[in-house]
């Protein structure tokens, strides 16, 4: 019988919670991202979705598969959960797959702050044909980083993510950094939002009832 008894209070709980669906960011074209569960509205503020490039553009070319965005709840209204950006990285396997002997992986972490005021850690990698010297290492690097803060500040939040995931800044790292030595790849490995802009920020999570 007590078995029983907890059976119906699950069963209940479940009754009470209703789905919400979770709406990508208006720049990633506001597509469905899924749903998720809750008996209180406010509980979904905050909630984290993974999804990949290719299910935001319903383009399942390679590039995109292995590239994943994860997006964060801070508005509901009615049904619908509002999220906005909070981190892009690539698989590790895709990481690993580019992994070769006897050539060179030279990487750097980079906080940049955005021209309209987003504080970000992003971190590159690029990838030699061949294995590099210390020296052309540390130019290249210099490179890396040069191009991503040059990037970040003279472009707002949106356009640095956009620009970033679909590869305009990795393509503009390689054209630079091949002077100094044969490239065979290059990828912004991760981006993670560490802060938004003051008057941002202070704005509270909303929760809006629709009629």
Do not use: H
């Amino acid at each position: 019988m007590a078995r029983k008894r907890r059976a119906a209070r699950v069963k209940d709980k479940w009754t009470m919670k209703k789905w919400f669906t979770l709406i990508a960011p208006e720049y990633f074209g506001m597509v469905e991202l899924g749903e998720t569960p809750a008996d209180d509205a406010s509980k979904v503020i905050g909630r984290t979705v993974e999804t990949t490039l290719a299910e935001l553009t319903n383009d399942y070319s390679n590039q995109n598969t292995y590239k994943k965005l994860i997006f964060k709840v801070y508005r509901v209204a009615g049904d619908n959960a509002y999220t906005k950006f909070w981190r892009f990285e690539l698989t590790r396997e895709y990481l690993n797959s580019l992994t070769r002997r006897r050539t060179s992986k030279i990487e750097d972490i980079v906080d940049v702050t955005t021209a309209d005021g987003y504080k970000l850690r992003v971190k590159s990698v690029v990838f030699t044909v061949r294995r590099c010297k210390t020296s052309q290492k540390r130019a290249i690097r210099a490179i890396m980083r040069q191009i991503v803060v040059e990037k970040a500040s003279s472009l707002n939040f949106v356009q640095f993510i956009q620009e970033c995931v679909l590869g305009k800044v990795p393509a503009e790292i390689y054209k630079n950094a091949k002077k100094i030595y044969p490239i065979r790849r290059v990828e912004i490995r991760k981006i993670e939002l560490l802060a938004e802009p003051a008057e941002t920020e202070t704005q509270p999570a909303v929760v809006e009832a629709v009629a």
